[in-house]
């Protein structure tokens, strides 16, 4: 759906991760893989700043080990090796289905802007870039986004994309999408791209509800 992610790869073993990260290009990040768990690091299943093979094998230890203490029913599938990217503004983005008006999309910025001050737009799905430029710049916080305080302005017009893409996506999936939460989406400087980090879909078929 154009949706900008990280490059990443799924590792089944240590010795996969490691070769991923050697061709991914430290630093990396290791994150747990399991339908089961869908916070990662509410379980002490991601680990940052992994910049050479012994830490790549360290981390995936420190992340089985969690995972086996604290989700010991979940089913784990490998690791997910992803290049740890920096030096953006983090914003999150996502969809919840209303039960009047469909899919509908929220943005806003990562970190106490959500949680603290519930600085967020919400706008009804699909619509187009200049619609999601307008929602964008349309929070509080927008001047963070436009270069405040001697920040190099962020990729507003990649965000701007990927929040479109974003609606599309929803309106096409249908009813059985439950809600979408990017989070965080890395706004890199002007002319750099916007990139999601990590993504939790919900769906839920006609009798019963998944993940």
Do not use: W
């Amino acid at each position: 759906m154009g949706i900008a992610i990280a490059p990443e790869r799924a590792a089944t073993t240590v010795e996969e991760a490691v070769v991923a990260a050697n061709e991914i290009g430290y630093p990396v990040v290791l994150k747990i893989l399991s339908p089961g768990i869908l916070h990662k690091s509410d379980i002490g299943g991601v680990k940052l700043n992994i910049r050479d093979p012994e830490a790549v094998r360290g981390a995936h230890a420190e992340i089985m080990a969690a995972a086996a203490a604290r989700a010991p029913d979940a089913r784990i599938t490998g690791i997910l090796v992803a290049r740890q990217m920096t030096g953006g503004v983090e914003c999150f983005m996502g969809i919840n289905r209303d039960p009047t008006f469909g899919p509908v999309a929220v943005f806003g910025l990562g970190g106490i802007f959500v949680e603290i001050l519930n600085d967020v737009a919400v706008r009804q799905c699909p619509f187009g870039e200049a619609a999601a430029r307008e929602m964008i710049l349309s929070i509080r916080a927008s001047a963070i986004l436009e270069g405040a305080r001697g920040r190099p302005p962020a990729d507003v017009a990649a965000l701007a994309a990927m929040l479109s893409c974003l609606s599309r996506f929803a309106m096409a999936a249908g009813p059985e999408l439950r809600s979408v939460d990017l989070n965080p989406v890395l706004a890199l400087p002007q002319g750099q791209g916007a990139f999601a980090l990590d993504a939790v879909v919900e769906i839920a078929g006609p009798a019963q509800g998944g993940h």
